[in-house]
Nanobody
Framework: APLVESGGGVVQAGGSLRLTCTAS????????MGWFRQVPGKEREGVAC????????DYANAMRGRFTISRDNSRNTLFLQMNHLKPEDTAMYYC??????????????????????RGQGTQVTVSS
């Protein structure tokens, strides 16, 4: 698989988790990378995106100030540090690649959008 997520789990409200996404089989630093999440029965929700060189990041309003996206191009790895987690953050979290962060936000905003690459997801559960 081109993208593999890890680091999900069960955490109490107020706690932290760090998600990792490992890429293989494509040129990682050719792409903007992002995280999105989905709860069964609901639409996908973009979480954060980072430019190919790591110089620009962008967040959904609900995550800004709590989540931090970063990448290590030398290790083909994407990260999402999640702090001050809330029960409403419970979801399956996915990483994905797009040609730009503008494309990423557009593609994850509708169910028919197809990212260049995406992973299988890692479950995050926040208990109250």
């Amino acid at each position: 698989a081109p993208l593999v997520e890890s680091g999900g789990g069960v955490v109490q409200a107020g706690g932290s988790l760090r998600l990792t996404c490992t890429a293989s089989g494509f040129t990682f630093d050719d792409y903007a990378m992002g995280w999105f999440r989905q709860v069964p029965g609901k639409e996908r929700e973009g979480v954060a995106c980072i430019k190919w060189n790591g110089e620009n990041t962008d967040y959904a309003n609900a995550m800004r100030g709590r989540f931090t996206i970063s990448r290590d191009n030398s290790r083909n790895t994407l990260f999402l540090q999640m702090n001050h987690l809330k029960p409403e953050d419970t979801a399956m979290y996915y990483c994905g690649a797009a040609t730009s962060c503008n494309d990423f936000w557009q593609l994850v905003s509708w169910s028919g959008g197809r990212l260049n690459y995406r992973g299988q997801g890692t479950q995050v559960t926040v208990s109250s």
